[in-house]
């Protein structure tokens, strides 16, 4: 059965991204290459799923117009299902679907996409939300950074409490946490 992820990294704080909807904090976490359990989930995950202000920080900070084989080389060749009501750039040969409109009327498309893996929602937090708010979102992964922003963009901008979310596991991987829960 295909479940939707919400696998991201996040500050102790809370926060996924700095005001300018950077993620360059979390490449600044010393021995951050030593994170192994990504690759482990990695091989769960049929499609990706994000925002626009995610992919296009992505597509900038990668120069993926410029260099397309780092989209295959981070994401292999999963289609893509971005979320998004403007244009975005394109990264030439990668399975990149925009779209826009209620998570609910493209569940069944991009479950579709998936085959017998999981939807892994990449980001933002909105995106996730939204998810949930559809009755989508199963499980939320997030690896907590030893990093503070003090602001920015947050993990899961929605309320939900110790009713909806049940933690199912807590480990370390390199320098970062990584708590993995449950959303009823």
């Known amino acids: 059965m295909t479940i939707a992820v919400y696998c991201t990294a996040a500050t ?11 993620l360059a904090w979390l490449f600044a976490v010393p021995d951050a ?13 049929g499609v990706l799923v994000m925002g626009s202000t995610t992919y296009r920080w992505v597509v900038e900070h990668d120069d993926l117009t410029a260099h397309p084989e780092r989209w295959r080389d981070a994401y ?4 893509a299902y971005v979320f ?3 244009a975005l750039p394109e990264v030439p040969g990668a399975d ?3 779209v826009d409109g209620p998570v609910a009327d493209r569940w069944a498309d991009i479950v579709a996409a998936a085959g017998d893996r999981d939807v ?5 937090g909105d995106l996730a ?3 949930a708010d559809a009755g989508r979102l199963d499980r939320i992964i997030v690896t907590v950074a030893p990093a503070t922003l003090g602001s920015g963009r947050p993990l899961l901008p929605r309320r939900f409490g110790s009713d909806r979310l049940a933690i199912e596991s807590v480990s370390m ?8 829960l449950s959303v009823r």
């Open 12 to 22: 102790l704080d809370g926060y996924l991204a700095d005001e300018d909807d950077s």
């Open 33 to 45: 290459d030593q994170a192994s359990a990504f690759e482990s989930f990695l091989d769960t995950v």
């Open 76 to 79: 292999g060749d999963r289609p």
């Open 84 to 86: 998004s009501s403007r």
């Open 96 to 98: 990149i679907r925009l």
């Open 120 to 124: 892994w929602i990449v980001g933002g």
């Open 129 to 131: 939300g939204q998810f």
């Open 173 to 180: 991987d390199g320098p970062f946490a990584q708590l993995s």
